[in-house]
């Protein structure tokens, strides 16, 4: 995956938008918790309305930043990937029960494999979150694996796995988006850093010229 940031020239916009959608997940995950098996189905509505919602935005995000961040592109692919399976999932509500854990799963693991993917470039710009956003994004990765192989021997149930994937790539999109506002100030400190260094460098200089009339 190519760096996320392009230039530290260049500040974030919008970098709430990844913590609206992050929210979202967190709080959908949360309430799947208390659905029963049996109308697991009938949540088809809920994922439609969590990717469409949530891939509308990212759309907007990636656009907005194409400047700012070199992997503006994932955010754009991963925004179209949920609102095309929103689209898909509500133009059929009645998808199976064996087919929609896939297509929920696949989806998910889409997603923290991004995140994943902008933890490393978290830790070459020596961010410290990057190893949270790492671990919630392999946790994530993890669930949605398990979602899409509905291995029996875990013991856990389908409505359990589901809110586990979308609970934590809920948590690695809010934390990634936390740190993207730290960014967002970047290139005002490093502006203010600049100037320092230039006033300080004038003044070596003119110290170093005072002596040569001296001497």
């Known amino acids: 995956m190519s760096t ?26 949360s309430y799947i918790f208390t659905v029963p098996l049996e109308t697991y189905a009938g949540l088809s509505v809920l994922f439609s309305i969590s990717f469409l919602v949530s891939g509308i935005l990212e759309i907007f995000f990636s656009i907005q930043n194409n400047k700012s ?19 898909y999932l509500i133009a059929n509500p009645g998808v199976s029960f064996a087919v929609l854990p896939f297509v929920v799963g696949f989806t998910l693991m889409f ?9 490393f470039d978290m830790k070459s710009l020596k961010m410290l979150n990057w190893g949270n956003v790492a671990l919630t994004s392999v946790i994530g990765i ?16 389908l409505v359990t796995l589901t809110a586990l994937a979308f609970i934590f ?47």
């Open 4 to 29: 996320l940031f392009l230039t530290i020239s260049n500040a974030v916009k919008h970098w709430y938008v990844p913590l609206i959608f992050g929210i979202l997940f967190v709080i959908f995950g």
């Open 69 to 87: 961040l070199q992997g503006w592109g994932w955010f754009l692919v991963d925004g179209l990937l949920s609102t095309a399976i929103g689209v």
């Open 111 to 119: 997603r923290s494999f991004q995140l994943l993917g902008f933890s």
């Open 142 to 157: 993890l669930f949605s694996f398990l979602l899409i192989s509905r291995p029996i021997f875990t013991g856990m149930s």
């Open 169 to 215: 790539v809920g948590i690695s999109t809010i934390l990634l988006s936390l740190d993207l506002k730290k960014l967002k100030n970047f290139p005002e400190k490093i502006s203010h850093e600049l100037k320092d260094k230039i006033e300080s460098l004038r003044k070596e200089v003119d110290h170093a010229m005072k002596n040569n009339e001296k001497g």
